[in-house]
Nanobody, 122 residues
């Protein structure tokens, strides 16, 4: 099993930046692809970004591409989401997830964190 704990959420003004972290423990972290998802009130959980175990490429939703950056440090068992140029529509609970391969579908991931709140004010 893998346990995931997100941190780094908070309140920022539009145009600001925030860096989320997801710390993993349990079985070998380096073998898993990692993803970030988000869920706003009244909406379905949606894909944000993903990265394979090797960090050889990244994948982003169109809504965050060129603003967000996903990265990982396998030595620290941690994945990050750097969020720049934040917009009010980025407000949501952000979740990290671990799976066998990079995917944008929720059911492709095996383990989930409990989420961290990101609020962007106008």
């Amino acid at each position: 099993q893998v346990q995931l704990v997100e941190s780094g959420g908070g309140l920022v003004q539009a145009g600001g930046s925030l860096r989320l972290s997801c710390a993993a423990s349990g079985r070998t972290f380096s073998m898993y692809a990692m993803g970030w998802f988000r869920q706003a009130p009244g909406k379905e959980r949606e894909f944000v970004a993903a990265i394979p175990s090797s960090s050889t490429y990244t994948n982003y939703a169109d809504s965050v591409k060129d603003r967000f950056t996903i990265s990982r440090d396998n030595a620290k068992d941690t994945v990050y989401l750097q969020m720049n140029s934040l917009k009010p529509e980025d407000t949501a609970v952000y979740y990290c997830a671990a799976g066998a391969a990079v995917a944008s579908r929720r059911d492709s991931y095996l383990y989930w964190g409990q989420g961290t709140q990101v609020t962007v004010s106008s």
